[in-house]
């Protein structure tokens, strides 16, 4: 049977478990991947039927930039498309979806032709992009490439939304750490000013998003970093219950 299976296919087969137990261990190498600092895109790889994967930033917040790539042509798919402003993964990160392109080859992608024609050659068969969204911000994507035309399954679909999920967490670990180290936010004396209301409104986004208080209090340094405003600002207005920072809120 192929790497890739169809799309319909029945996702509680006993069969499905070693691949569940695959997502499994990815989300565990992901959820470790910035204290270990290991790769963020090997765990895509050896969980999903893809050759390569990529990982990047998208947008004036953080940054536009590759964070990391799998091999050469991952990494040639990443910077195409940030250098023609076009492909999946800007698709992915505007609609905040998954972008499932089974076959690569077959005729123009409307909404990115240029990228299309430019990898025409490249021997490549299906892309896939999944946005990386934490609470109400869409921080990049991730890409992932197969050298044969072929669709992933509702589980490989899911699968690949929990590690995003995950990895997006990761990488705004990693760009606000960078602010730091350059002196663009100082997460300790905002919390030090009303420790109270910034543990508050941890609990109350923890509780909102699904995530752990190291998570949460993440969502709430990166929306603060995105419109320029201080932790404890934010934190109060989320107790006050003026601010939802859900996914479901507008990108900032």
């Not at 992009?129 to 050298?147: C, E, K, N, Q, T």
């Not at 663009?184 to 995530?211: C, F, I």
Request: proline fraction near 4%; charged fraction near 25%; include cysteine.
């Amino acid at each position: 049977m192929s790497a890739f299976h169809a799309v319909d296919a029945a996702s509680d087969y006993p069969e499905d478990e070693p691949e569940r137990a695959g997502f499994a261990a990815a989300a565990d190498e992901l959820s470790n991947a910035y204290e270990r600092k290991t790769s963020l895109c090997a765990p895509f790889v050896g969980a999903l039927p893809v050759a390569g994967a990529a990982v990047s930033i998208l947008g004036e917040t953080f940054g536009t930039e590759t964070v990391c790539a799998s091999d050469k042509q991952a990494a040639r798919l990443d910077e195409l498309q940030i250098d023609i402003g076009e492909g999946p993964c800007w698709q992915a990160r505007s609609t905040r979806r998954p972008v499932l392109t089974g076959d690569v080859q077959r005729g123009s992608q409307s909404s990115w032709p240029v990228f299309s024609e430019a990898i025409r050659n490249d021997g490549v068969g299906a892309l896939f992009a999944f946005p990386l969204i934490v609470g109400s911000l869409v921080i990049g994507a991730v890409d992932l490439y197969a050298r044969e035309p072929g669709s992933l399954t509702e589980t490989q679909v899911e699968g690949a939304e929990g590690l995003a999920a995950i990895a997006a967490r990761q990488v705004l670990r990693k760009a606000l750490s960078e602010s730091d180290r350059y002196g663009l936010d100082d997460p300790e004396t905002d919390a030090r000013l009303s420790r109270r209301v910034v543990h508050q409104a941890t609990g109350m986004v923890l509780a909102q998003l699904g995530l752990s208080a190291s998570d949460a209090l993440i969502v709430i340094r990166g929306h603060a970093f995105s419109a320029g405003r201080s932790v404890r600002e934010v934190a109060t207005e989320i107790v006050e219950r003026r601010l939802d920072l859900s996914s479901n809120n507008p990108e900032i």
